[in-house]
């Protein structure tokens, strides 16, 4: 009897089968409907054989073969294909058009379908003439030098001593689907296990390398995929301790967008002195300090109200008596980490962003996302993980719509060398709703080259001094989008539930602005209805560019001639925020109002530039002045 061929990617429509068909049907019997472990490799449902065993209904057993196959989705099918060739570790490979491709499996001949073990011993011999089958059916290129620019990029701190070891953070392109990345994830398990399982022996009496390195790392296991990371309809990846042969097969495949070797990240604070509290007062007057206004502070007590702020750092004192019980715990992203803030720099964030005494925003709920350890330090991948906690508890409370909730602020007082992972995680949160304040940095050095400072959708905060002077760490550069009070400032801080610290950096002005941004959102037109949602309001990028064109404008000191903004925050003094949300949705009326006041203001200046001119031309600027106001 001649063999027959099954394409698992065009099969024949079918139905669902019956218990008794079930029992009939050999390839139901082997694969259990889930797949079996065949030769150390996993078989997906679905790499089944047609044919006639004697003894067995043909029908039965041809329509037990096609229901299985119609189990698989097409992309399901990429990912059983991708598998085998894995498995057979054809590490360098290019799978072009996985998609189209209609690859036949195995060619098995019916008589020798006696038995399972019969069937299992085939499907073993058979592995290495399938997987070359379906390389020549896919036109897979084996590597060359030429194809280095077709795989996904590595990327990697430009300080070595950040590196983490054999530890990297892995994204997916944008249009990858879920039952892809699953089957994704489940391949490189197997790859890791394959590869990684060839070293559990020593060489002349030691430990190989990565298995130590793990050791010392304290990484249960034989490391491998650790945890994944979603935010929805934006970004999505994994990370985990892999060997190099490893990453070399996950940067071939067709679903990853780039590969990062995992980085320490720090918190970003620099000097701790005496007492003073100038910073609110300071972003409540567009003048400079002096003695009668560098303790007052100007703001609506309303401010805060209705919105969340996440403080993504090393926790919160969230029992402080300076946060009203308006401080919780969210999540703490180190494994092996308790609930608690060890080292004081969350506290203090967080007190500038919402505490009674030194917060902007004296009304927000303030929510712990712990991703630094006590000792201020941590990985790149643990702070992408809180940047996922912080945007998907957003979405959950934006679907939720509960009444009064007006918003999410996040602040990152931290960083590290330049990291695409983090920058596309931030990214995605704002683009996911959150308002995003980061931490320029402290190195009086280029802000773009740091990570978060260079994520484009967040707001970049640089440090300012109580005289008006950039501070002297400060980053700077075009990706610092403001500045805000960082020097000498006063919040709260572990050690007692009455604890302060006074500190220095831009770690101390991003809070401001996390603080500010929270204040804006509550205080939004509209925000009080009890029609209005979350989801309708002002958008992070309108936010951002409103708190930009409010900011007191060319006021600070040693501020680099390189694009650097002269720009300090500013949050209106208590006064009519017209002026402020009048560029986010201007009526009719609205446009006319601040059309007039430009006129207005041009004229005056012409006027005073007139004054020793003749009186003819005080008669134009009067005739100026009478046409423009008929024209209204």
Not at 14 to 25: A, F, V
Not at 217 to 227: E, R, T, Y
Not at 358 to 363: E, L, T
Not at 571 to 587: D, Q, V, Y
Request: one cysteine or more; glycine letters at 10%; aromatic letters at 8%.
């Amino acid at each position: 009897m001649s063999s027959n061929i099954l394409s698992v990617f065009n099969p024949p429509p079918s139905r669902d089968l019956t218990p008794e068909e079930s029992k009939d049907c050999l390839p139901c019997q082997i694969l259990g409907g889930c797949g079996a472990l065949i030769g150390g490799t996993y078989l997906a449902t679905g790499l089944v054989f047609r044919g006639e065993k004697p003894g067995i209904n043909s029908a039965n057993y041809k329509m037990c073969v096609r229901g299985l196959v119609m189990l698989l989705t097409r992309s399901s099918q990429v990912a059983i294909v991708s598998t085998l060739l894995a498995a057979q570790q054809i590490n360098a490979l290019v799978l072009p058009n996985l998609g189209e491709a209609a690859a036949e499996v195995f060619r098995v001949e019916p008589a020798a379908l006696n038995s399972i073990d019969e069937v299992a011993n085939i499907i073993e011999s058979s592995f290495n003439a399938a997987s070359n089958k379906i390389a020549s059916k896919l036109n897979i290129e084996l590597f060359a030098e030429n194809q280095e620019s077709k795989f996904a990029p590595v990327f990697q701190s430009q300080n070595q001593e950040d590196i983490i070891k054999d530890k990297y953070i892995i994204v997916f392109k944008s249009d990858v689907g879920a039952d892809v990345i699953d089957f994704h994830q489940n391949w490189v398990a197997e790859v890791h296990s394959s590869h990684v399982g060839k070293l559990h022996h020593k060489r002349n009496g030691r430990q190989h390398p990565f298995l130590n390195n793990l050791k010392q790392q304290s990484i249960a296991g034989n490391g491998g995929l650790s945890d994944v990371f979603h935010i929805e309809n934006a970004v999505s990846g994994y990370m985990g301790h892999f060997l190099p042969q490893t990453i070399e097969m996950i940067r071939r495949h067709p679903a990853v967008a780039f590969v990062e070797k995992d980085s320490y990240v720090k918190a970003i604070n620099y000097d701790t002195q005496a007492d003073s509290p100038w910073g609110l007062a300071r972003i409540s007057h567009r003048e400079p300090l002096s003695l009668g206004s560098f303790n007052k502070y100007i703001y609506d007590t309303d401010g805060g109200e209705g919105v969340t702020s996440y403080i993504i750092d090393t926790g919160i004192n969230v029992n402080h008596e300076d946060f009203e019980g308006r401080a919780k715990w969210g999540a703490t992203i180190p494994q092996g980490d308790a609930d608690v803030d060890g080292n004081g720099h969350g506290s203090h964030c967080a007190g500038t962003i919402g505490s009674k005494h030194y917060g902007v925003a004296k009304k927000a709920s303030l929510v712990a996302v712990k991703v630094l350890r006590s000792n201020g330090s941590g990985s790149m991948s643990d702070v992408v993980k809180g940047v996922e906690y912080a945007a998907n508890a957003h979405l959950k409370a934006v679907k939720e719509n509960k009444k009064g909730f007006k918003g999410s602020t996040a602040n990152m007082s931290l960083g590290g060398g330049k990291s695409p992972a983090l920058d596309l995680a931030v990214n995605a949160a704002v683009k996911a709703g959150i308002h995003f304040s980061v931490a320029a940095g402290n190195d009086n050095a280029d802000a773009c080259n740091y990570s978060p400072a260079a994520a484009e959708n967040a707001i970049t905060v640089g440090a300012s001094t109580i005289g008006d002077y950039r501070a002297y760490f400060s980053n700077y550069g075009k990706c610092v989008d403001i500045f805000a009070p960082g020097l000498n400032i006063l919040s709260t801080y572990i050690g007692s539930n009455l604890a302060t610290a006074t500190l220095s950096g831009t770690s101390m002005a991003a809070p401001h602005v996390a603080g500010l941004l929270s204040y804006f959102l509550s205080l939004q037109p509209g925000a009080d209805s009890e029609f209005f949602e979350a989801s309708s309001g002002v958008t992070p990028a309108q936010l951002k560019k409103n708190v930009i064109a409010f900011g007191s404008k060319n006021v600070l000191d040693d501020i680099p001639n390189d694009g650097t903004p002269n720009i300090l925050i500013y949050n209106g003094g208590n006064k009519n925020l017209t002026e402020f949300w009048g560029t986010t949705t201007p009526s009719t009326a609205d446009v006319k109002a601040v059309d007039l006041k430009d006129l207005e203001t041009k004229i005056d200046s012409l006027v005073e530039s007139a004054k020793d001119e003749s009186e003819h031309l005080l008669a134009e600027i009067k005739k100026m002045v009478s046409s423009a106001f008929a024209k209204y």
